[in-house]
């Protein structure tokens, strides 16, 4: 009967294939060491950015420590230009936006701007930011949808409204975020569109808090 690998029982052939992979290498030397180069390169270049992004995480993380108290403290101006004695947000976040913290100080720079009726710079910082978190990441495009409707374009933060709902679909946040699209739906003279979000908080969330108000609304658009 014939071996499965004849090599493991024909020393010939064994020592006939070593000898060819011996006559490979030798007749390919420059190209196997520029293969195993390029592949040392890659690790040690894969490291050496690992261990840069972090420290440049831990950099981004104490310069936006102060900057986040004021942001606490209602000290908004202070938190997104800096107060002398720290950076603020836009520094943090314009320096280091490849960082974790970097990308969550585009989050509160927003939000800051947000309050301070900075609707342009507000959108700006939000679309910068993004998250894991499924919660926060509809928040941020719920926030962004407030801006577009201060900066009166309904259409546009009605489109983000109904993102925020849809992101990770739930009983506690989705309802308001839908309340939130039909209103604006509405301001764009989307009827249609408004009674749709109206609708799906009436019949996909019947027990949130949002219905009553649904039914309110949706009954004065239909008369």
């Known amino acids: 009967m014939p071996s499965e690998n004849p090599l493991l029982e024909d020393p010939d052939a064994l020592a006939a294939r070593l000898a060819e992979s011996e006559d490979f290498v ?3 030397r420059n190209i196997l060491l520029g293969i195993l180069a390029v592949v040392v390169l890659a690790v040690v270049g894969g490291f050496g950015f690992y261990t840069w992004r972090n420290q440049q995480d831990q950099k981004a993380q104490a310069s936006m420590f102060r900057a986040v108290n004021n ?3 209602d000290s908004l101006n202070k938190a997104v230009k800096g107060d002398g004695k720290a950076p603020g947000l836009t520094t943090v976040a314009n320096e280091y936006g490849n960082t974790k913290a970097g990308n969550l100080a585009n989050f509160y720079a927003g939000v800051a701007s947000l309050k301070q009726g900075k609707y342009q710079a507000a959108l700006d910082y939000l ?4 998250s894991d ?3 926060v990441q509809s ?4 926030l962004m949808g407030d801006a577009q409707m201060e900066l009166n374009k309904p259409k546009e933060a009605a489109d983000l409204y109904a993102k ?3 992101h990770n679909a739930n009983e506690y946040f989705s309802p308001g975020y839908l309340l939130k699209e039909a209103v604006a739906r509405e301001a764009a003279k989307d009827n249609e569109g408004a009674l749709k979000a109206y609708d799906r908080i009436i019949n996909e969330y019947p027990t949130a808090q949002e219905v009553s108000e649904a039914r309110q609304y949706k009954a004065k658009l239909e008369k």
Not at 127 to 130: A, N, P, Q
Not at 139 to 142: P, W
């Open 71 to 73: 942001w606490e403290a």
């Open 133 to 135: 978190d499924y919660l």
């Open 26 to 28: 030798r007749n390919n």
């Open 127 to 130: 679309e910068e930011f993004s």
């Open 139 to 142: 928040r941020a495009y719920s």
């Open 164 to 166: 925020a709902a849809d």
